[in-house]
């Protein structure tokens, strides 16, 4: 079993443990660091908040432990809610904690601590003003059931002015700088964790080890060991695969676009999205929440193919294309033709997705993206709509419309498409749109919520699309939900 | 004492404000920080372990470390709602990789029913599943992960029944966990038909998971005698200590319950923590080793109970002003499978129909239902907010019938001087406060400005509707079993004078041991560095209530003070007596950290330390026990007649907010709330109580939704599925005041009242509020049907019906 080394709150640590260990574990049961707390095992809570910076990356971000494998931890820096207050002094978040009354039962206050403390290091560098949504994206994914959130607002504003007078070990220097590999036999039974650096070693390994699973964030595999008790023996770790990580502007087809690694987070999204897609950055806000969101990839979103994912509606109506590769070299197919049924994808055994290629947005073009979830932060869509079109002289064209949560996979909306492409901005059009929907999709009941609801509510958006394309100087839906 | 954070954009501005909050320079700061070293009772001291919270020191129970052998538990929970278990294969269970015992019903040497009130809780299922979470064997193992994979290997032989999961239905047909309850005063049926106008309803108001932050956990150790020493995260260590006592058929005295701290209860460890005491008690004692056990998430929230879901109907018999003659109420507690306290909770539950308002010769009936789900458990407002909501219900359906404000019609039927006793028989004291309370809000948050102005807007806005509404809460406090209503206390007074306090009370956030200590450190003129609480132990305060019913510092309060005075008394003989020529009894007094005797020139100091030192030296006892009854209560179940609460707290609460019609999504824009602790113990403290229970009343009639599936299983299971409030739920505008001027009219702790429970309740407003901005969709002629929670879809769907009722 491969040793990890990483520094934990400036001191170098190492490890050995199997490889479906997580950060949280590791932490409270084999180094006997209790301060991280599991309230939930599922990325749902954030109790379980830490910090980790690799040395390439500008701050510290927040994650949660309790799936985040601690095999990733190798050649990074963690920072627990122990190492805070090291010198015997309270961090300013800390300190503001005590003073608003922040904590009550406290069971929660070490993850938000945590979560303040990433947010007070990026405002001690690149200040800025804490708007309502900046705090709603570094507290959203911290649930505390006691204090209803207002002393934890408190304590985020009155937090930033006070520097930290930040122990000497916060820079300190990674232990190692190799990656952790497979070992040389080829057999199928043995633990593994492998971190390969290029997209050949990859896939290399994929095929290898059939049998192994990938991992970028861990944000839904995980849960299988933490919920279902799987055991994960065999672990490629993607997120180290330097093609993966890319983001590069290049054409395809003759179609300019970005060219997206796999391996890229939401958080790394953020700023190409904002810049051309600012619907689709808007969707990231609640996509998750900060933790998961520094850790989710939009690869592992597409390659899981779940029908609730929050990307593939939005990249099937920009007309992405996802390009896989194996050993042998790449193919490129629309992302429509990958999902074939429900989990089920157009990937082969020896296959990894490495790029998703996302067209440039016609300058005339649109796109709306409608996200309906019972709770606006952090919350699983119950249907989400993805809207794209233009509307040149009065009419409607290049119409694109995916749905999520409306059927056993992500899929476009062809019939409802067919009935406005081409059609002026009429109520007719619409409506017509809006009865095609029945023909296309016959949504599930389930916990997020019910199949009536699923349809009217997807036949609403349209109602919706409607009223903003009619009467533009209308309100016809809520500002923290808007795009 | 506004904590208000207004937060538009401007955050520079709201941080200003907060910076001169903190830093002492404008007139709120005291109640936000403490900046004169003045920590006493009144102040707003800092949570005892507020400093621990925030380093990861405080621990909890699975920070507890145990031996390098100390074992860990699994349970084996029914995937079937009810059926019959034939036969439970546990061979391969007992063979799988470190597991050192698996026990089922048939090992347990004592009781093998652990019902906390009624009988009715088999510890494990001899036979007859009742629920699906209830739990079949537990297996221990040397890891966790060991013994819950040991688990999954069992093969289980399970006859399947259909389950009864209808409460209406099973109420119907009187099938019930306890009987019937009635409480009646006048004549309704005569106030019905003499009424001008008769207006009825039903409503479905969900149930809720307490989701404590920190699960059920326990960790029991066997002592060397017969006995076990439990760490739990518990409310009710009392209960706990007999339980697994009983459980292991062994004295009370064998078993000591610890409980430091609870990573949250509301509730749900009142009762509902002991079962796993019990089966990590059993482990103990048969095996010899530390024992722990904790319950993922998924299985806390399948296992244990949440809150009553209820269904309420009303019939009403009302004036032409739109006040209620009279009545027939009728609520039925979805009680789950067993009792529990679910007696208690939906007698709670007819108690607060009324909420503030005279209901007239009115009939109320409480039917506790039995279903094949987890038993249904205290839950902060014990059966009152459910109670509540049939009411709040009525009041806007009356206000659409008469063509009237809500809120004007709410204040028009309030208990008032004529229309001041209650459907059980009890006078409202303090009535006039709810009127003086409810009128100064309605000032301070602008409300009938604001309600042209939502007026006019909702005129011009076709999707988006907005809503506004006023709710008020009167709860009344006391357990209404009255032996609960006691609460004992030790306090222990060192040679270096630093003391020592305990008490029954546990501490689950809501700063208890801090109220306690300033209680102590008050009546000995201490500061609040010299007072500490260890934990709540069975082998210091024996015999204890639950921390319940809000009562935690009422009781616990009273009982401390009354340690501490007894003890001062004995001091101030001792000194009367001892000091030089003897000190002037008359006006003696504590103060500062001396005692303080005589006036003027004559004026004597003595130390604390000083003081306490010779007196122990001259063989003076310097600890003393502590008791308090709640006077003056009483309840003859048998006339659903008498006086259960010892005073009401009162508050009020207005919400307005924007719903999008066409999707159902809202957000809640604005906040008001003005709330009446009496004379405040720590501002600080009651406002996070205020403001906590306000955010958890609006999750509960809002985003927080349980879903059972069509066989009684639990599908919304984790925090992926049920869905809390989180950072962005809090309303933008957040305006939150406590009542002041208004001291309890009882002789509560220091004219203080209860705030745990209370608050909750105004979160009744942004349900009423969403209900308003539909009501929109009719031009206010009639109230739209609204069951709970309001999820984006059941508004959704409501907006829906109505526009298709319109075409």
Not at chain 2, 578 to 596: A, Q, S, T, V
């Given at each position: 079993m491969a040793?990890?080394?990483?520094?934990?709150?400036?001191?170098?640590?190492?490890?050995?443990?199997?490889?479906?260990?997580?950060?949280?574990?590791?932490?409270?049961?084999?180094?006997g660091m209790t301060g991280t707390k599991e309230g939930c095992a599922s990325g749902d809570c954030g109790a379980c908040t830490v910090a980790i910076k690799g040395n390439n990356d500008p701050h510290f971000a927040s994650i949660n432990g309790c799936i985040t494998p601690a095999h990733q931890l190798h050649g990074q820096h963690l920072l627990t809610v122990e190492g805070l207050a090291a010198n015997g002094e309270l961090h300013p978040a800390q300190r503001a904690m005590v003073e608003c009354h922040g904590s009550q039962c406290g069971f929660c206050t070490p993850g938000i601590v945590m979560s303040l403390f990433t947010l007070h290091t990026q405002q001690q560098t690149h200040?800025?003003?804490?708007?309502?949504?900046?705090?709603?994206?570094?507290?959203?994914?911290?649930?505390?059931?006691?204090?209803?959130y207002r002393p934890i607002r408190d304590a985020a504003l009155s937090m930033q002015e006070v520097?930290?007078?930040?122990?000497?070990?916060?820079?300190?220097?990674?232990?190692?700088?190799?990656?952790?590999?497979?070992?040389?036999?080829?057999?199928?039974?043995?633990?593994?964790?492998?971190?390969?650096?290029?997209l050949s070693e990859l896939t290399e390994l994929r095929r290898r080890y059939p049998s192994a699973r990938l991992v970028a964030g861990g944000t839904d595999l995980w849960l299988e060991s933490t919920q279902r008790l799987a055991v994960l023996n065999q672990l490629i770790d993607v997120t180290r695969v330097e093609e993966l990580g890319r983001i590069e502007e290049s054409p395809f087809n003759e179609q300019p676009g970005w060219w997206v690694g796999a391996g890229v987070t939401y958080s790394q999204l953020e700023p190409l999205f904002a810049a051309n897609y600012p619907a689709f950055a808007h969707l990231l806000h609640r996509l998750g929440s900060q933790q998961v969101r520094n850790r989710g990839t939009l690869g592992g979103n597409i390659a899981n193919a779940s029908p609730i994912g929050d990307t593939p509606p939005v990249l099937l109506a920009l007309n992405a294309w996802v390009e896989l590769a194996n050993q042998d070299g790449t193919r490129t197919l629309p992302l429509s033709d990958f999902f074939l049924d429900y989990k089920k994808t157009a990937l082969a055994a020896d296959e990894v997705v490495s790029q998703i290629f996302i067209p440039r947005m016609a300058e005339d073009a649109t796109l709306k993206v409608w996200k309906l979830s019972k709770r606006r932060e952090d919350d699983i869509s119950a249907v989400l709509g993805a809207f794209h079109y233009r509307l040149v002289d009065g009419v409607l064209s290049d119409v694109r419309i995916a749905f999520g949560g409306m059927a056993g996979v992500p899929k476009r909306a062809l019939k409802a498409e067919a009935a406005l492409t081409g059609q002026p901005v009429t109520r007719e059009s619409f409506q017509a749109a809006q009865r095609s929907l029945a023909d296309e999709f016959q949504p599930m009941s389930d916990v997020r919520g019910s199949q009536h609801y699923r349809q009217q509510a997807a036949a609403n958006l349209f109602e919706r699309l409607y009223l903003s394309l009619s009467a533009p100087t209308q309100e016809v839906m809520l500002h923290a939900y808007a795009h | 004492m506004r904590t208000l954070t207004k937060l538009d954009g401007d955050s520079s501005r709201a941080r200003r404000e907060l910076h001169d909050h903190i830093q002492g320079s404008s007139p709120l700061a005291r109640h936000t920080v403490d900046s004169q070293g003045q920590r006493q009772a009144g102040t707003s001291s800092f949570h005892e372990s507020a400093e621990k919270h925030v380093t990861g020191k405080a621990a909890y129970i699975d920070d507890i470390k145990t031996p390098q052998d100390a074992l860990h538990v699994a349970l084996a929970l029914s995937p079937v709602a009810h059926g019959l278990l034939t036969k439970l294969e546990l061979e391969s269970v007992k063979q799988a990789p470190g597991v050192v015992d698996v026990i089922t019903f048939h090992d347990v040497p004592g009781h093998t029913d652990i019902g906390p009130v009624f009988p009715g809780d088999p510890i494990f299922v001899e036979q007859e599943i009742s629920y699906a979470g209830q739990c079949l064997f537990a297996v221990a193992a040397t890891s966790l992960q060991a013994a819950r994979q040991a688990v999954k290997l069992a093969t289980l032989h399970i006859d399947e029944q259909p389950a009864s999961l209808d409460p209406v239905a099973a109420a119907e047909r009187h099938d019930v966990v306890r009987p019937t309850h009635t409480q009646q005063r006048g004549d309704w049926q005569t106030a019905l038909k003499q009424a001008d106008q008769i207006i009825e309803g039903d409503l479905f108001v969900g149930g809720q998971e307490h989701f404590y932050l920190e699960g059920q956990a326990c960790i029991v150790v066997p002592t060397e005698d017969e006995g076990v020493m439990v760490y739990?995260?518990?409310?009710?260590?009392?209960e706990t200590q007999k339980l697994v006592a009983e459980v292991l058929g062994i004295p009370f005295h064998a078993v000591t319950v610890e409980v430091r701290r609870m990573g949250g209860g509301f509730g749900g460890k009142e009762t509902q923590a002991s079962p796993w005491a019990c089966i990590a008690a059993l482990i103990a004692r048969r095996t010899g080793k530390a024992t722990r056990l904790r319950l993922p998430r998924s299985e806390d929230m399948r296992a244990t109970g949440k809150r009553h879901p209820f269904h309420n109907r009303y019939q009403l018999g009302i004036d032409s002003q739109g006040v209620i003659q009279g009545g027939d109420i009728t609520v039925i507690g979805d009680c789950g499978y067993s009792p529990d306290l679910s007696d208690a909770i939906v007698d709670r539950a007819m108690f607060h129909a009324d909420n503030a308002y005279s209901l007239g010769d009115a009939r109320v009936t409480g039917h506790r239902a039995k279903t094949h789900t987890a038993s249904n458990t205290a839950f902060r407002?014990?059966?009152?907010?459910?109670?509540?909501?049939?009411?709040?219900?009525?009041?806007?359906?009356?206000?659409?019938?008469?063509?009237?404000?809500?809120?004007?019609?709410?204040?028009?039927?309030?208990?008032?001087?004529?229309?001041?006793?209650t459907h059980y028989g009890q006078q409202v004291d303090q009535k006039k406060l709810l009127h003086t309370l409810v009128e100064s809000l309605e000032t301070s948050s602008d409300y009938w400005t604001r309600r042209q102005q939502i007026r006019d807007f909702n005129t011009a806005s076709p999707v988006i509707k907005k809503g506004l509404a006023l709710t008020p809460v009167k709860f009344g406090i006391s357990f209404t079993a009255q032996h609960l209503n006691q609460a004992g206390a030790l306090l222990h007074v060192y040679t270096d004078g630093s003391i020592m306090i305990n008490h029954g009370g546990t501490e689950m956030g809501q700063g208890l041991h801090t109220k306690i200590c300033q209680v102590v450190a008050r009546e000995l003129g201490l500061d609040l560095e010299s007072v500490r609480i260890s934990a709540t132990r069975t082998d210091k305060v024996p015999n204890t209530s639950p921390t319940a019913a809000s009562s935690g510092a009422d009781l616990n309060g009273m009982a401390a003070r009354d340690a501490a005075s007894k003890l001062r008394e004995r001091l101030f003989e001792f000194a009367a007596e001892?000091?030089?020529?003897?000190?002037?009894?008359?006006?003696?007094?504590?103060?500062?950290?001396?005692?303080?005797a005589g006036m003027g020139e004559s004026e004597r100091r003595i130390p604390w330390g000083e003081l306490v030192q010779t007196a122990y030296l001259n063989r003076i006892s310097l600890s003393e026990k502590g008791f308090y009854?709640?006077?003056?209560?009483?309840?003859?179940?048998?006339?659903?007649?008498?006086?259960?609460?010892?005073y009401y707290a009162f508050g009020a609460a207005v919400a307005e907010v924007s719903v999008d019609t066409l999707s159902g999504e809202y957000l809640v824009d604005r906040v008001d709330i003005l709330h009446d602790v009496g004379n405040s113990l720590n501002p600080a403290i009651d406002i996070g109580q205020v403001e906590g229970g306000f955010i958890q009343g609006m999750g509960w009639l809002t985003s927080e939704e349980l879903k059972w599936n069509a066989k009684g299983v639990l599908v919304s299971d984790g925090p992926a599925t049920y869905k809390i409030p989180t950072y962005g739920d809090l309303p933008r505008v957040f305006n939150v005041d406590l009542l002041e001027g208004h001291p309890n009219s009882m002789a509560s702790l220091y004219r203080s009242k209860a705030v745990g429970e209370p608050p909750f309740m105004l979160g009744i407003c942004v349900w009423s509020a969403l209900r308003d901005a539909l009501a929109c969709l009719t031009d206010y002629r009639t109230s739209p049907h609204l069951d709970t929670p309001a999820t984006p879809e059941r508004v959704m769907l409501a907006a829906h019906a109505i526009r298709k009722k319109a075409l």
């Open positions: 040793t990890i080394e990483f520094l934990l709150n400036g001191t170098p640590t190492q490890c050995h443990v199997p490889p479906d260990t997580s950060i949280l574990t590791l932490l409270r049961d084999h180094l200040p800025a003003p804490l708007t309502p949504e900046r705090l709603e994206a570094a507290l959203g994914g911290n649930l505390c059931r006691c204090t209803g520097p930290w007078n930040a122990p000497q070990w916060i820079d300190a220097c990674q232990p190692t700088q190799t990656l952790l590999s497979a070992p040389q036999s080829n057999t199928n039974d043995i633990d593994l964790f492998a971190q390969p650096s290029t | 739990t995260s518990n409310q009710h260590p009392s407002g014990f059966g009152g907010p459910q109670g509540m909501m049939v009411i709040e219900a009525a009041m806007d359906d009356i206000a659409r019938r008469v063509g009237e404000d809500p809120l004007t019609i709410r204040k028009r039927n309030f208990y008032r001087e004529g229309r001041d006793v001892h000091f030089d020529g003897g000190l002037d009894r008359e006006g003696m007094r504590l103060e500062g950290g001396m005692l303080i009854a709640t006077p003056l209560i009483h309840y003859n179940r048998a006339t659903g007649q008498g006086r259960p609460f010892y």
